[in-house]
């Protein structure tokens, strides 16, 4: 069974560091792309990137980029997703999800996102 | 910037009734990055159709999707009462805001 395991809730005040993470089990690590999604209190679904573990490629939404680092270690099979110094606004809610790619037919390929961690709940707070 | 945009935002419907969600792109987009999500309160998302009308493993088959292009529907054919809940299209990296289906 495809399984995304997320860490637990975190506290942290304005200014201070935070790394969450997202284990994976039932399927190889480095086959499929890991998206990042953030859902801030009572709104929407925001897609921050994604990132590769095969070679830790990274692609970040343009909202995101420089606001968070993405990265893996394939030799536990875990993503990962930090903030050097957090923000009020970084309170939310962080899903990690395996973004899948299925063979359509000769030339194209659908993309969507599978599994889904059950998210990581993320307050800062002075 | 591809912009999703829902409608309805909310959706007041009772159970057994059918629900047309719709989902509208900003430019003509690829029906093969076109997903579907339900979200109940609480819990992660879930895939419900991919490549804009493929079903998701053990999804039921009241749930159908369909269009290209630009616009794209949802269609829960018999509402059960597990159904209200919200709904997000999703093309490649962009989510639409959701569609809330909740009881009338």
């Known amino acids: 069974e495809v399984q995304l395991v997320q860490s637990g809730a975190e506290v942290k005040k304005p200014g201070e560091s935070l790394r969450i993470s997202c284990q994976v089990s039932?399927?190889?690590?480095?086959?499929?792309?890991i998206a990042w999604v953030r859902q801030m209190p009572g709104k929407g679904l925001e897609w921050m990137g994604i990132?590769?573990?095969?070679?830790?490629?990274?692609r970040y939404s343009p909202s995101f980029q420089g606001q968070v680092t993405m990265s893996a270690d394939k030799s536990i099979s875990t993503a990962y997703l930090q903030w050097s110094s957090l923000k009020a606004s970084d309170t939310a809610m962080y899903y990690c999800?395996?973004?899948?790619?299925?063979?359509?037919?000769?030339?194209?390929?659908?993309?969507?996102?599978?599994?889904w961690g059950k998210g990581t709940t993320v307050t800062v707070s002075s | 910037e591809i912009v999703l945009t829902q409608s309805p935002g909310t959706l007041s419907l009772s159970p057994g009734e059918r629900a047309t969600l719709s989902c509208r792109a900003s430019?003509?987009?690829?029906?093969?990055?076109l997903a579907w999500y339900q979200q109940k309160p609480g819990q992660a998302p879930r895939l419900l159709i991919y490549?804009?009308?493929s079903r998701a493993t053990d999804i039921p088959d009241r749930f159908s999707g369909s269009g290209s292009g630009t616009d794209f529907t949802l269609t829960i054919s018999r509402l059960e009462p597990e159904d209200f809940a919200v709904y997000y299209c999703?093309?490649?990296?962009?989510f639409g805001q959701g569609t809330k289906v909740e009881i009338k």
């Open positions: 999800a395996r973004r899948y790619r299925k063979f359509g037919g000769v030339g194209y390929f659908y993309y969507y996102m599978d599994v």
């Open positions: 039932g399927y190889s690590f480095t086959d499929n792309w």
């Open positions: 990132i590769y573990p095969g070679d830790s490629d990274t």
């Open positions: 430019q003509s987009v690829s029906s093969n990055y």
């Open positions: 490549g804009a009308s």
């Open positions: 999703q093309q490649y990296d962009t």
